[in-house]
Each structure stands twice: as C-alpha cells, then as structure tokens.
C-alpha cells in the first residue's frame, strides 16, 4: 500500500468508532490464527502441455447463484480478519471445507471480540491491511476507497453474480445509498441476518389469566390491564424496564416517532424526516409514560435498574408483569425458574400506541466488509461472492448436510455431534465448526438454528408479520451533512432523554417547559440536523 495512505488510515482510526456486530465473552482466545500454507492440492494448472483434472461438478455443493468452482486454478491463500471467541479457526471444518469448495485457503487472522476493535486501529494505522475485512463504518470505507485502499466493486460486477442478483436487479437502491459520490461501491452487504421479530412487549400470560385480564389491543387497554394488577398486587409496579434511556427509542415506534435513524424519524405521510423529541406525538408518548408513572404503574427505576435487579422483578409472581425485551427471554427466564414457580408464562405481547406498529428490521445490514486493491482483490471479490450464494449461506451458518447436520421429525436441523449439548445455538457451531464467525459470512440460511424458533418466539414472529412500519430510506450524505450530523446528534440525543426524564419526573412540566424545550432543541441544531436529512432525502428521490 502507498504511504500516501498511512497518514489517512491513522486518520480514520480516531474519527469514528468501529461498528462490532455481535456481543462476546472476554476470553482473548487466538490472537492471530492460521498459516500462509498453500493447498495441499492444486484444482488444476495452466501450464501447456499438462493434462488438467476433472472439473468439479457444478451442482456438488448446490446453488451457487452461477459462480463456477472452484474460484482458482491454482494455490491461492486469502487472508481475512474475523472476530471470534474460539480457537484454531483455521483447523475447524468450515475452513477445511471452504478451501475444498473454492481452491482458496482463507487464512482467518482472528482476534476477540473484546480486543477485535484496539486490533483493527493498529492495522490501519500501520497500512498493512488483510485481503477481507471488516467493522468499518460505510464513510470511512468510502473515503479509503476513493484513496485507493479498497477495490471498488461495481468495476467486477459482472464476474460477481449473486452480488449483482441481490444488490443490483433485486434491490438497486444498495448501490444508490452506499456508494460514494462518485458513484464507487466499496462495501459488501449482509443479506438475511435479521429476525422477522426480535423485540417487544412482554407479558405474564399466567398472572394475567389468573386474575382473568385479557392481553391489550390498543393503548387504553394496556393502560386498564396495568391499573387492574396495581390494585391485585398493590406494591408492584406492573411496568418494568432495563433498557434505561432506550426506552424512549423502543416505546417510539408505537407512536411513529422513531425509526433506524433515531433520534431522526422519517415521516412516511409528510416524505421528510423530523427530530423525533419535538415532535407533538412525541409528547403525547410522554404524557402517557407521565400519567404510568405517577399512578404507580411504571416502576420509578426505569432509568436506573440493572439487568440483575429488573430480572428479579419479572421473574417474581407480584413484582412486575409487563416488560420491552428480546424474545429470547421468553424461553430464558422460564428455564430459570421453572423448577419454583413451573406456571411461569412469559409471552410476546401486541404493541403499545396509536400506531399499533413495531419495527422493522432490514433484510440488508452492513458489517463494514471491503476488500484490499491489491493483487489478490479479485479472487477476494470471488470469495464473498461465493459467501452470498444459498450454498455459501449454507456453509457458513449451517453446515453441509449428511456431513454435520440433518433435519429432525419437525424439519428442524439438528447436529448428531452436538447431540448432549443442551441448546444447540450459534456460539456452540462457532466453536466445534466454525460457523457463524463473525466478519467470515455475508448471507445466513434461515434454516439455520438462529431461526429455529421456539413455539413462544414463533407465536411473536406470526403475530406481527402484518405489524410492522416500513424501513426508513437509506441516505447517502455529502461531507458537508456528515459534519452537521456528527456536530449535533450527540448533543440533541442527549438533551433530548435528559428532557424526556425531567418531563416524566417532574409533576409541574406541561406546556411551559415543552415550548421551551422546543426552542432549547432550535438552538442546538434542529433546523441544520433535520436539513440535512431532507436534502439527502431529495437527491435520494430525483435519483
């Protein structure tokens, strides 16, 4: 790499926070995995005069979206910088098996994902960059690329097949919104991660039945159902939550004042986006969470209670009933308690506001993946191509099966080597396979077990298939928005939840102190943050 881009790189390093995709332990595991080795065996050779072997057969490993295996002819290694907990990445079977499908031996350099981010600035600042990598921020893959750093990959679209199926004839608005001004895409998307459902209200299914309260439709319902268990069980606090200032977020989407974008929410009626604390919906949000509060039914800890504590409540039989969270706790709290209290219910519950809607969740996400211009960059762009097909889906989060997993009775997968694993989950395949590293897959299959739903987080995935708001647009912003949205988000989330407290807290705030909070909000930026949006949005519209 120039050393002209040494000094941009260490640049970068400090301007924005590295994007990390999944949580982990502590544990700092391998540090540097792998070794340069080539394959053992070459897929074939383009001497003259020598006999090549047999091409594979091109449904062996199925679909692969017309990308022909192998990649190469010859022993190519790759390197890539992945996250993970476990250890000896490069001897499981996902490595081995990626190798025997593609020609290319991945060496997967991988760090913890506590230390993955410290580790990612010292390789930036040094120039030395990994042929894959990933957990930049789309502007900083952008501007790295527009130096030279990264291979632009619009210029090899049609050598990449399944990137040119899903993010050109299929969703075309990818190029648009992540590319640079010059119209160069450099980052590699995530397609299919996301749940349909994967938070909500929660509720105690039991304590309602028994004391015969039937589950909300609408707001006043969830109000009435709150009141009736504070006078059944006087000392609760029927509404709890851990999500401390997150909460004015989560309860936002019900009043259709936030979005992926929060504290900017885009107005699907209006076509503009807004702030979402000065909105009038918004204070009607506060009103209500003011009226829960000072009639007792919004436990007064809701900004402060830990994971511990609020746990401790929703597991108690006359605590707290209601609650916002994943939908993994339907299932975890229950096999925590089940033993003392073997009635415990906990279910996925309808939305709270005028809405009645939740979020959204994009079938497109980016994990920052971009690929280094040098003089591996092409079998790079090939490799991750491979990654996107169903059968490099299929590798990376499932596995091959008859090799290492299979279907049960019910047509769930399942993995005969992990048969006296309790809960098979996607920790458990990272660590005897490979699988589900993070930074090594671009496509997930959703056969996978990360979509093998138990029956309650099933029942929240069929109930709000048709209650959903629309993704918000993707904006691509000029430097000059960038500036003005990194100068004042941070100040006007932050004095918009202080606000949003006092406001609940404060028994006098009412229409005085909302007016003034409206102007505190203009002189911190509003106008300039919210114009920002809206100029975006229309060159995204006349595009």
Not at 36 to 51: A, F, I, V, Y
Not at 64 to 77: A, R, W
Not at 338 to 352: G, H, I, M, T
Request: aromatic share 12%.
């Amino acid at each position: 790499m120039s050393r002209k881009l040494v000094p941009l790189l260490l640049a970068l390093t400090l301007i924005v926070g590295i994007l990390a995709a999944c949580s982990g332990g502590n544990n700092d595991g391998n540090k540097n995995g792998g070794t340069n080795e080539p394959p053992k065996q070459s897929t074939g050779n383009n001497n003259p005069g020598e006999t090549k072997e047999p091409e594979a057969d091109p449904n062996k490993y199925g679909d692969t979206g017309g990308l022909k295996l192998p990649i190469v002819d010859k022993p190519t290694t790759i390197s890539m910088y992945v996250a993970s907990d476990a250890q000896d990445l490069n001897e499981k079977w996902v490595a081995k098996e990626l190798e025997e499908r593609t020609g290319i031996k991945v060496d997967f350099q991988f760090f913890s994902t506590a230390t993955y981010k410290d580790k990612m600035k010292v390789t930036l600042a040094s120039g030395k960059l990994p042929d894959i990598i990933h957990g930049l921020t789309v502007p900083e893959i952008n501007e790295m690329g527009g130096a030279g750093a990264f291979v632009a990959i619009n210029d090899y679209i049609d050598e990449l097949p399944n990137f040119k199926k899903l993010y050109v004839e299929e969703n075309g608005w990818v190029m648009k919104s992540y590319s640079d001004d010059e119209g160069k895409m450099y980052t590699w998307p995530i397609y299919g991660l996301n749940r349909e459902v994967n938070h909500g209200f929660l509720y105690r299914k039991d304590i309602f039945d028994k004391n015969n309260i039937p589950m909300w439709t609408n707001t006043e319902e969830f109000y009435q159902a709150l009141k009736q268990l504070k006078e059944i069980y006087p000392d609760s606090f029927p509404f709890a939550s851990k999500t401390k200032e997150f909460i004015f977020r989560d309860w936002g989407y019900g009043w259709g004042v936030t979005g992926d974008n929060y504290p900017m929410n885009f107005d699907e009626a209006a076509h503009q986006w807004e702030y979402s604390f000065t909105q009038p919906e918004y204070r009607e949000m506060l009103d209500f969470m003011k009226k829960l509060y000072q009639e007792g039914l919004l436990d007064p800890e809701f900004l402060t209670d830990t994971s511990a504590s609020w746990s401790a409540k929703m597991t108690a039989n006359d605590k707290a009933f209601v609650t916002f969270d994943w939908i993994g706790r339907l299932d975890l709290f229950y096999n925590q308690i089940k033993e003392q209290s073997p009635d415990y219910n906990l279910r996925y519950a309808n939305p709270v506001g005028p809405e009645n809607t939740i979020r959204s969740l994009p079938q497109i996400t980016m994990f920052g993946h971009a690929v280094a211009n040098n003089k591996n960059k092409e079998v790079a762009l090939k490799l991750l191509d491979y990654l996107t097909s169903p059968s490099g889906a299929e590798l990376m989060t499932m596995g091959e099966q008859g090799d290492n997993y299979e279907f049960d009775a019910n047509g769930k997968v399942s993995y005969p080597e992990l048969k006296d694993v309790e809960l098979i989950e996607i920790k458990a395949l990272e660590e005897k396979y490979g699988m589900w590293v993070q930074g090594a897959y671009v496509r997930t299959d959703h056969r996978s077990v990360y979509y093998n739903f138990t029956e309650k987080e099933q029942e929240a995935q069929d109930m709000m298939k048709d209650m959903k708001q629309p993704l918000d647009p993707v904006l691509k912003f000029t430097d000059e928005e960038n500036s003005t949205i990194a100068d004042v988000t941070t100040e006007l989330l932050k004095a918009g939840e202080e606000f949003s407290s006092k406001y609940i807290f404060t028994a006098s705030y009412g229409d005085k102190e909302w007016e003034e909070w409206k102007a505190k909000a203009k002189s911190l930026g509003e106008d300039d943050y919210v114009g920002a949006y809206n100029d975006a949005q229309a060159r995204f519209d006349s595009e």
